[in-house]
Structures are given as structure tokens and as C-alpha cells.
T-cell receptor
Framework: GAGVSQSPSNKVTEKGKDVELRCDPI?????LYWYRQSLGQGLEFLIY????????KSGLPSDRFSAERTGGSVSTLTIQRTQQEDSAVYLC???????????????FGQGTRLTVV | AQTVTQSQPEMSVQEAETVTLSCTYDTSESDYYLFWYKQPPSRQMILVIR??????QNATENRFSVNFQKAAKSFSLKISDSQLGDAAMYFCAYRSTPWNQGGKLIFGQGTELSVKP
């Protein structure tokens, strides 16, 4: 597609339920990032996929959070047994590798606003 | 691990004036990339300007320019002739090269810029 697509754009869920957030990166981008942004705050790194390498999961806040990337393209971030503190905007970004003759910048989706009630 | 610090949570500038946003980072790498992103209320992240660490010349994009001081690990953003549309949250970001952590992208805490008419 033309840009990074995230779905749903908004999600309201009850505490204790599981949620899945989807990210469709720009075609051909090998790198994919997930960030969490609480209201008025910065971007908290969650997880990073780069090609076929093992993902960098160092930012996942707890074992309730997991993510996968199928076929090197679409990624799903899953939050199990959601808590109210999980309420935030979840942003996905993709980029190509520096040195491949393409831009090094990360392109972002519009994010998914998750509200846990 | 790399860190990015933005010490100014909020800044204000008069329309048509110039403002400088500060960013410092910590790294042991010699080659990397630095970015400034803008996030308006729509929450869409927009790239403002980028700098490759191996380039000594400061990057410029129209009214936006950077002061890159590699030895001091400083990367400030100057906005000239500020416009109302410049009002947004600004994030400084650091990206490793592929041969170091595979190109992980790390953000600062952000600076909220307001522009007064």
C-alpha cells in the first residue's frame, strides 16, 4: 500500500479481555517497529522486527504482550488480559535498511487508540 | 544502550520568530542516524529532517535546520520564521546502523511546541 496501515483505529475493550492490533507495513520494508504512546507522553519502544532476524523484544512491558510478523510483512501485537494501564495509542512504523539506497526514515501508521474500561 | 534526551518538555515561540529545540543522545557507536519528527494533534508522525552522523555538514530543509555536534552528542533543531502550523510535539530520534543492533530506532521524550500569533 501507499503507507503504513493500522487497524482498528480505535478499540474499546473490557479489562481482562485479549486484544489484537494489526499493522500492514509499506511493501518491501524489512524493518517494523511497535511503540506505545500514553496521553501527552513520548514513544515507548515495544518491539522491533528486522528481516529474518530474531525480534528485539526488550521493550515489551510484561509477558501479557506479544507480537509476531508473518511472512516478513503484516504484524500483530497481542495484549492478553488487558489492564487499564494498557490504555494508550499503539503506533507501528516500518522502514528499509540504511545502505540499501533508500530512505532511512521510519514511516508511521495513524496508530490504534486502545481504551481499557 | 543508546538513549535520547529532550530536556525541554514545552517551548513557546512567537509567530515569525525563531526557536531552537534541544536534543542530546548517548551512544558508543561512531556511525548512526538522527531524526526530528513532528506529531501534530492528528497524531500522524511526520519526518522533519534527518542527519547522517558521518556527514559534518548540518542538514537543512527549508525553514528547518539542525546543529549537529557529534563530539558533544547534541542534535538541536532550529525552526526559523515560525508558523502556526508548526505547533506540534517534536521528537528527536536515533537510529543505529544495521551492523549495530540492526537499525533500532529510539525516541526522546518529546517537546511540545506552541506558536503564538
Amino acid at each position: 500500500g501507499a503507507g503504513v496501515s493500522q487497524s482498528p483505529s480505535n478499540k474499546v475493550t473490557e479489562k481482562g479481555k485479549d486484544v489484537e492490533l494489526r499493522c500492514d507495513p509499506i511493501s518491501g520494508h524489512t524493518a517494523l517497529y511497535w511503540y506505545r504512546q500514553s496521553l501527552g507522553q513520548g514513544l515507548e519502544f515495544l518491539i522491533y522486527f528486522q528481516g529474518n532476524s530474531a525480534p528485539d523484544k526488550s521493550g515489551l512491558p510484561s509477558d501479557r504482550f506479544s507480537a509476531e510478523r508473518t511472512g516478513g510483512s503484516v504484524s500483530t501485537l497481542t495484549i492478553q488480559r488487558t489492564q487499564q494501564e494498557d490504555s494508550a495509542v499503539y503506533l507501528c512504523a516500518s522502514s528499509s535498511l540504511p545502505g540499501q539506497g533508500r530512505d532511512t526514515e521510519a514511516f508511521f501508521g495513524q496508530g490504534t487508540r486502545l481504551t481499557v474500561v | 544502550a543508546q538513549t535520547v534526551t529532550q530536556s525541554q518538555p514545552e517551548m513557546s515561540v512567537q509567530e515569525a520568530e525563531t526557536v531552537t529545540l534541544s536534543c542530546t543522545y548517548d551512544t558508543s557507536e561512531s556511525d548512526y542516524y538522527l531524526f526530528w519528527y513532528k506529531q501534530p494533534p492528528s497524531r500522524q508522525m511526520i519526518l522533519v529532517i534527518r542527519q547522517e552522523a558521518y556527514k559534518q555538514q548540518n542538514a537543512t530543509e527549508n525553514r528547518f535546520s539542525v546543529n549537529f555536534q557529534k563530539a558533544a552528542k547534541s542534535f538541536s533543531l532550529k525552526i526559523s520564521d515560525s508558523q502556526l502550523g508548526d505547533a506540534a510535539m517534536y521528537f528527536c530520534a536515533y537510529r543505529s546502523t544495521p551492523w549495530n543492533q540492526g537499525g533500532k530506532l529510539i525516541f526522546g521524550q518529546g517537546t511540545e511546541l506552541s506558536v503564538k500569533p
